[in-house]
């Protein structure tokens, strides 16, 4: 079993700068592929982008590529997403999940794990 904790939201102006960190418990955070999702207010969770578990792999959604960037730190245990260029579509929670699929996945389902949620807010 994984326990994920989110960290790092906050509030930031548009076109800030904010990193997200995902603190997992346990010694299989290596065998699970991970991504970020988010949530704004009165919509579906949607997909942000996911890593496989060996970091060599990641996949973005279309509306955060080229200015958000996942990675993973196995000694500390730790998921990150670094967000650059914030705009006020940004605005959700923000959560991280663990996926027992190799390679991540862009679909809620296939995620066993979730955190609860970071909350980011970008001023316009």
């Known amino acids: 079993q994984v326990q994920l904790v989110e960290s790092g939201g906050g509030l930031v102006q548009t076109g800030g700068s904010l990193r997200l960190s995902c603190a997992a418990s346990?010694?299989?955070?290596?065998?699970?592929?991970m991504g970020w999702f988010r949530q704004a207010p009165g919509k579906e969770r949607e997909f942000v982008v996911t890593i496989s578990w060996s970091g060599g792999s990641t996949y973005y959604a279309d509306s955060v590529k080229g200015r958000f960037t996942i990675s993973r730190d196995h000694a500390k245990n730790t998921l990150y997403l670094q967000m650059n260029s914030l705009k006020p579509e940004d605005t959700a929670v923000y959560y991280c999940?663990?996926?027992?699929?190799?390679?991540?996945?862009?679909?809620?389902?296939?995620?066993?794990?979730w955190g609860q949620g970071t909350q980011v807010t970008v001023s316009s």
């Open positions: 346990g010694r299989t955070f290596r065998s699970y592929a």
């Open positions: 999940a663990a996926s027992p699929r190799a390679n991540g996945s862009t679909k809620m389902n296939e995620y066993a794990y």
